[in-house]
């Protein structure tokens, strides 16, 4: 029988987690790409928390329920154990679910975390704060000229993001300090083609808006005019 092979997306998040070393006491938020009891359990016998969603089909044995404040969107604080008798077997601890409903999306969230001291909603709002990782890493995506990594040590990495970060803060100091009206894209642009051009700054901007409008100048044949 032939099987699709997993995506690389899927590959990534397989191969990130399992070389992952647990920091003991430190949290892990994570989506639901991400549950993998086998691995929970490596967080949680490595001292370290996590927070994630629990996917649909996931049986679970309720064994207390906690006191709720409604009010604040949490609908249900219980410590359970997994039902099945192959998931417990990866996961025989107990769990924590965590049943939260968001007014403004108007839908139901459910998770999982092995950390039975915070308050619920402090739970909650943990996943809530993985969403301005996830919009940091698009914003680098956007906006910073990183198109591949040197490196892939941990140190490269940071290395590599630290510099393109600063040559970032540093065009948004000249575009603040000179009044520039050109985009932050459009100086990146104008600087990367003429980074060894010796010519006065105010000048090289001026230009932007005429190298633009020379840029819509194509050489190709117009297929109409044949």
């Known amino acids: 029988m032939w099987k699709r092979a997993p995506s690389w997306s899927a590959l990534t998040r397989a191969i990130m987690v399992s070389f992952l070393v647990p920091a003991p006491a430190s949290f892990y938020v994570?989506?639901?790409a991400y549950v993998d009891f086998v691995r929970?359990?490596?967080?949680?016998?490595?001292?370290a928390f996590f927070v994630t969603r629990t996917k649909r089909g996931v049986l679970f044995r309720r064994r207390y329920s906690r006191p709720i404040d409604a009010s604040t969107g949490v609908r249900s604080d219980h410590t359970v154990v997994l039902a099945s008798a192959a998931s417990r077997k990866h996961y025989p601890d107990p769990l924590r679910r965590i049943h939260y409903h968001d007014a403004e999306q108007d839908r139901s969230l459910r998770f999982?975390?092995?950390n039975f001291d915070l308050p619920a909603l402090t739970v909650c709002l943990l996943y809530k704060s993985r969403w301005q990782v996830e919009l940091f890493f698009k914003w680098i995506k956007q906006h910073l000229r990183i198109k591949a990594f040197y490196g892939?040590?941990?140190n490269a990495v940071k290395t590599?993001?630290?510099?393109?970060?600063?040559?970032?803060?540093?065009?948004a100091i000249v575009k603040k300090r000179l009044a520039l009206e050109a985009s932050l894209h459009e100086i990146l642009q104008v600087l990367s083609v003429t980074l060894f051009e010796q010519e006065p700054i105010l000048q090289a901007f001026d230009n932007v808006e005429s190298q633009e409008k020379s840029l819509q100048i194509s050489n190709q044949l117009n297929l109409w005019d044949l």
Request: proline share 0%.
């Open 152 to 154: 892939y040590s941990e």
């Open 30 to 32: 994570m989506d639901r």
């Open 40 to 47: 929970l359990h490596v967080f949680h016998r490595g001292g």
């Open 160 to 171: 590599q993001i630290w510099i393109a970060v600063s040559v970032y803060v540093l065009v």
């Open 112 to 114: 999982l975390t092995n």
